[in-house]
């Protein structure tokens, strides 16, 4: 895809999770829309990925540490052909196989449930790991909140990566700066993010996290980065192209009502339109 087709997907998944997130009447949009670029050029350009095979053994994989963003992986894995795009509008209802949070079991194309903060880095490094030993040439990504850094257990992966020398892991931190209680900076500050990752053994890169040609140049950059892992420090806005939930953090986990639905539909229609004048 060039940058205007994948610059369309990212709209069109945005409106995936602002329509789910109504429909469920609960869910987390604002963290969900500041990481949909980077989850589009994951899996629209760089990762090594089959719908029609989403459990082949030497596909790439992705692993969500930050889980509740769960909304923008399923309307990804939607855009992609996982699974219908009608199901999206059965998130967390009994039955669906969208949940809150990703389940690998019951979700084509998860490939690591997730949920609680600082845990899914641990399982990315353990398929790092595996593949390592199993001498196969897959890459794993994690996808972190600038938030979820504060969790001990983050850092005791990235130590255990470094020394490793996984250089077929890439972490993500979507750098929004907002979490539930407010401005990640003032709650706990985790800043300076990429000298702490520099200092556990990463090969670091600052990236504005909705510039598709930083992305790609970041991305192509990871791959020629040898005997060290890579992370991408990614700095975003949380609601992104929803006028009301920009850099709002009450926006965090809730959803819309149906006057708030319509605005934020008619926010991404006209994105969606202004694209198509390109």
Not at 116 to 140: C, I, P
Not at 203 to 214: A, K, L, R, Y
Not at 218 to 245: L, Q, R
Request: contains cysteine.
């Amino acid at each position: 895809m060039n940058e205007l087709q994948l610059k369309k997907t990212a709209n069109e998944i945005r409106k995936g999770i602002v329509a789910s997130v109504h429909s469920a009447r609960a869910g987390h949009p604002g963290g969900s829309l500041s990481c949909t670029e980077l989850l589009t050029y994951l899996y629209f350009e760089e990762m090594n990925v089959d719908p029609k095979n989403p459990k082949e053994i030497d596909r790439d994989r992705l692993v969500l540490s930050k889980g509740h963003a769960a909304p923008a992986l399923y309307a990804t894995l939607a855009e992609k052909g996982f699974f219908p795009k009608e199901d999206l509008l059965t998130l967390r209802k009994i039955g669906s196989h969208l949940q809150g949070h990703p389940d690998m079991k019951r979700t084509p194309g998860v490939d690591m449930s997730t949920g609680s903060l600082g845990q899914g880095v641990s399982a990315a490094v353990g398929m790092a790991v595996a593949a390592k030993m199993q001498k196969r040439d897959y890459r794993v990504y994690t996808l972190l909140g600038d938030g979820e850094i504060q969790e001990g257990q983050v850092w005791e992966a990235a130590m255990f990566a470094g020394a490793r020398k996984l250089d077929n892991l890439v972490v993500i931190v979507d750098n929004n700066g907002l979490q539930i209680d407010g401005n990640v900076a003032d709650v706990c500050s985790p800043y300076p993010i990429d000298a702490k990752f520099a200092a556990f053994n990463f090969h670091v890169i600052n990236i504005d996290g909705h510039d598709f040609n930083q992305i790609a140049a970041a991305f192509e950059e990871a791959k020629t980065v040898k005997g060290m892992p890579t992370a991408i420090i990614a700095k975003t806005i949380k609601g992104k192209d929803v006028s009301f939930m920009e850099n709002n953090a009450g926006w965090h986990g809730k959803a819309t009502n149906n006057e708030e639905f319509a605005v934020a539909m008619e926010d991404l229609e006209k994105v969606g339109a202004a694209l198509c004048q390109k």
